[in-house]
């Protein structure tokens, strides 16, 4: 019988199932951070449970991180508690923790895939919604609940109902200054922000095909704004060249107890190469066979995406960014309101306050090299202020190596310190009431990053336009 590769990863996963129930779900890789964590170690404290497989569950701190002067100690209580819980339960339970700091730190669905500890085939979950972001790699990816949390590093299992499942194809070829996330931005714009509401999506088509990792990361990491539970691309050589060399890729590397980080990883020995390439062998099986059915399916030409932004406030609200705000319905006009927008407005020309690249959609190395290669040999424009950070220190380190720094400080532009950031303003890093913030990162919500604050979602390379000249910009003029 055919089958989709989320029907074999799930069935690989069954513990057992309940009758009339949900199904339990074993769970190879568990995420956390300092916001979700603590009430879930609370109630295994109170129960006298330790974590059942520690070796599974990783830890770093991100979304209270400041993004400024990491080397010296938090002053806001509210930031450093979280933190400062974090480090204890992970060391009071051997779980592996990546502090400030720490060359393996970062936001938590950028240091998975970097550190090699997002794989194909593998069930993942976080405290955190955009844990999608992982399906990037061909896994089952998403987010919990904090209850759910507390299941997970007890039993290293999870009950789940299986959801229904969605394709989304995307053929042709994408444009000039057309990025992953204009390609996600498009897709949302199309289905709205239920479209996808009780499926887990498969990306397929030559587009995903084309893409690099990170930029499937990007598009992964957004399913959840159109509903969706979760969405994959299947692994392949694009997904096993990205792999090959990091650091807990391989099984050895995972079983290492201990709750510090030793983030070397050093040349691979010939038994380690074999181990991989036995890995990829059983990755390579990773796919959904050519006649397997779905629930819902949908194909998009890649040809006629443009780099997009959004209007309103909530992600579906997209158009090109030379396009027109359209006519909407109740609650869109209340979007348009909080915005100060109106209908039959151009995109083009509109003011911009701040500029924010960053977050675990666009905080990686890519991100970076391209806004960077936009505002190479130009001036960051007076009247705005632009925050750039890093996804993790690895992305803050390339970018140093890569002598983009340079280009950065040239053009008039000041780079941050690994952290959520202004994503969800969870930090310091909030954009003020009433300005207009354009942001790289995933949610456009009412006060998302700042009290007041009026979000409009891009690329980097819409951002970069924007960043030089303060105003909406089509970057291919």
Request: proline share 5%; charged share 20%; net charge negative.
């Amino acid at each position: 019988m055919a089958k989709t590769l989320f029907d074999k990863i799930w069935e690989a996963h069954i513990v057992q199932e309940l009758e009339n129930g949900p199904t339990q779900l074993y769970i190879d890789r568990h995420f956390i951070h300092e916001v979700t964590s603590p009430q879930a170690f609370g109630g295994l404290d109170k129960r006298g449970v330790k974590v059942f497989r520690p070796n599974q569950t990783f830890a770093t701190c991100d979304h209270n991180t400041p993004t400024l002067n990491q080397d010296k100690p938090i002053e806001d209580p509210s930031c450093r508690v979280p933190i400062e819980t974090l480090a204890a339960n992970c060391k009071n339970h051997g779980i592996r923790y990546f502090p400030l700091r720490d060359p393996s730190n970062g936001i938590v669905h950028v240091i998975g895939p970097e550190q090699g500890i997002t794989q194909p085939g593998m069930t993942i979950v976080c405290g955190d919604s955009h844990t999608a972001t992982h399906g990037a790699f061909g896994a089952i990816a998403f987010g919990i609940g904090t209850s759910e949390v507390e299941m997970v590093l007890a039993t290293q299992t999870l009950l789940q109902n299986k959801p229904k499942q969605m394709r989304i194809t995307v053929n042709g070829k994408l444009g000039k200054c057309v990025t992953p996330k204009d390609v996600i931005l498009y897709i949302i714009s199309k289905l709205g922000t239920s479209g996808g509401t009780g499926y887990f999506v498969e990306y397929a088509g030559e587009v995903f095909e084309n893409m690099s990792m990170e930029g499937r990361m990007t598009v992964c990491n957004m399913s959840i704004e159109m509903g969706a539970r979760g969405g994959f691309v299947a692994p392949d050589s694009t997904t096993f060249n990205y792999l090959h060399g990091r650091k807990y890729v391989l099984q050895s590397a995972v079983s290492e107890s201990g709750p510090q980080s030793d983030s070397t990883a050093g040349e691979w020995s010939e038994q380690q190469e074999a181990e991989f390439k036995a890995a990829v062998e059983k990755w390579s099986k990773l796919y959904s066979d050519p006649d397997a059915k779905f629930d819902k399916e949908y194909l998009f030409d890649g040809a006629e995406i443009e780099p997009m932004v959004t209007y309103g406030t909530d992600p579906g609200r997209g158009v090109a960014v030379t396009g027109t705000i359209p006519e909407c319905d109740e609650s869109g006009k209340k979007g348009l309101a909080y915005m100060g927008f109106a209908a039959g407005e151009k995109m083009l020309g509109k003011k911009v306050d701040y500029v924010f690249v960053g977050s675990c959609t666009n905080g990686r190395i890519e991100d970076f090299r391209a806004f960077a290669n936009y505002v190479k040999g130009k001036k960051k424009a007076s009247g705005v202020t632009v925050w750039l950070v890093p996804g993790s220190v690895e992305v803050e380190q390339k970018i140093a190596a890569e002598g983009l720094d340079k280009i950065l400080h040239e053009a008039g532009f000041e780079l941050r310190q690994p952290g959520c950031s202004a994503c969800l303003a969870m930090n310091a890093d909030k954009v003020p009431s009433g300005a207009y913030s354009l942001s790289t990162s995933n949610r456009n919500f009412e006060g998302r990053q700042g009290q007041g604050a009026r979000t409009m979602l891009c690329s980097p390379i819409v951002a970069a336009a924007a960043a030089v000249t303060g105003v909406i910009t089509d970057p291919r003029v």
